[in-house]
Nanobody, 116 residues
Framework: QVQLVESGGGLVQAGGSLRLSCAASGSIFSINAMGWYRQAPGKQRELVASILRSGTTNLADSVKGRFTISRDNAKNTVYLQMNSLKAEDTAVYYC??????????WGEGTLVTVSS
């Protein structure tokens, strides 16, 4: 089993920045990919960014050039640096981990609110 704990959400003005953190514990050796999803009110959960243990990253088109995902394998932590935030970035952000056996693990989510 893998446990994920997110932190760093909050209220920020449009154009501002936030950094989300997700610390993994448990069977961390089983984790390959980690990433962030978000779900806005009335919308489906969508992938924001992901990073493999190798360091290969993937970003949604809507956040390219504004968000950066990074990973500290020694600390078992993944970060999402969010710059130039927009009102449409408002959502609950969920940390996700995928094991080599393709099992999904989820954090409880952290709310990001961007005021315009």
């Amino acid at each position: 089993q893998v446990q994920l704990v997110e932190s760093g959400g909050g209220l920020v003005q449009a154009g501002g920045s936030l950094r989300l953190s997700c610390a993994a514990s448990g069977s961390i050796f089983s984790i390959n990919a980690m990433g962030w999803y978000r779900q806005a009110p009335g919308k489906q959960r969508e992938l924001v960014a992901s990073i493999l243990r190798s360091g290969t990253t993937n970003l949604a088109d809507s956040v390219k050039g504004r968000f950066t995902i990074s990973r500290d394998n020694a600390k078992n932590t993944v970060y999402l640096q969010m710059n130039s935030l927009k009102a449409e970035d408002t959502a609950v952000y969920y940390c996700n981990a995928v094991s080599w056996a393709r099992t999904d693990y989820w954090g409880e989510g952290t709310l990001v609110t961007v005021s315009s």
